[in-house]
């Protein structure tokens, strides 16, 4: 069953009433050992997920679960401190939701994080990547059921979900940075579990460069209401199978923390050179 349109416009009059006039240019998602970024925002409003009506709480480890409207280099911000994931227990509309009621309250353009498996056996763990395309073999969709012309028409192109204008700055970017910066295609999978090696194998042959639990819906959903995407993973380890260990939740974490530094030039010299 479809989320009525209705609930999205009480969860953006709620937030309004927090911000004051203030509307947001860019909405940032900043994934699993990244939300340090909306620490740093300017004249910040927080508001905790559980606060806003119809928002969903936010469990992974890592995330802090609010958003933070204000200024981050000079561009009105609104930075989701955290996720909601399919894999803990929501379909896929309540996960791409915020970006649906960021949308309604003036975000046009959306930067979407993530941390992820390197599939590609060419990349390393600490790598970031620019995500150029995305592979979803899992079925459900955000915009399965009635559509909300409010957002966009019933049959969205999927051609351009990751903006190449805004693809083509970040390059111009991280180069004149000194910043490495792969390109690659985001594969999802639904999570929990991590990949199985043989599901490894077959991302690669499928054209797959990186996997992760994430990111597939909100960026749906935000091409669908009109908005630019730009979107970076950051390489926290070798996939499944690649090396000869198990998977940790530790390491992606500890990924984040020892990219901070780079991750967080790239994204804020994005921010300064959006139109």
């Not at 933070?68 to 561009?75: N, Y």
């Amino acid at each position: 069953m479809s989320v009525p349109f209705s609930c999205y416009r009480e969860s953006a009059e709620y937030i309004r009433e927090k911000i004051g006039g203030f509307s947001p240019q860019v909405a940032m998602v900043l994934g699993s050992g990244l939300g340090w970024l909306g620490d740093i925002v300017e004249e910040p409003v927080s508001i905790p997920y559980g606060e806003i009506p119809h928002f969903k709480a936010s469990t992974a480890p890592g995330h802090k679960g609010r958003l933070v409207f204000g200024m981050l280099c000079s561009r009105r911000v609104a930075v989701m401190q955290g996720r909601m994931h399919y894999y803990e227990g929501y379909d896929p509309e309540e996960t791409a939701f915020p970006i649906r009621v960021l949308r309604l309250l003036g975000a046009d353009t959306l930067i979407v994080t993530n941390a992820a498996g390197a599939v590609n056996t060419a990349f390393r763990p600490g790598d970031l990547m620019l995500i150029t395309d995305h592979i979803k073999l899992f079925g459900d969709s955000p915009l399965r059921g009635e559509n909300l012309p409010e957002f966009g028409v019933r049959f969205p192109d999927a051609s351009y979900l990751y903006s190449p204008e805004l693809a083509d700055m970040a390059k111009t970017a991280a180069a004149e940075l000194g910043i490495p910066l792969r390109t690659g295609t985001y594969m999802f999978f639904p999570g929990p579990q991590y990949e199985t090696p043989a599901e490894i194998r077959a991302a690669r042959v499928l054209g797959a460069d990186a996997v992760g639990m994430s990111t597939v819906f909100e960026v749906l959903a935000a091409s669908h209401c009109g908005m630019s995407v730009l979107g970076f993973t950051l390489l926290s380890n070798m996939a499944a199978g690649i090396l000869d260990r198990k998977l940790t939740e530790e390491e992606v974490l500890a990924a984040g923390e020892a990219s901070k530094e780079k991750f967080s030039k790239l994204v804020m010299e994005c921010l300064k050179r959006l139109p």
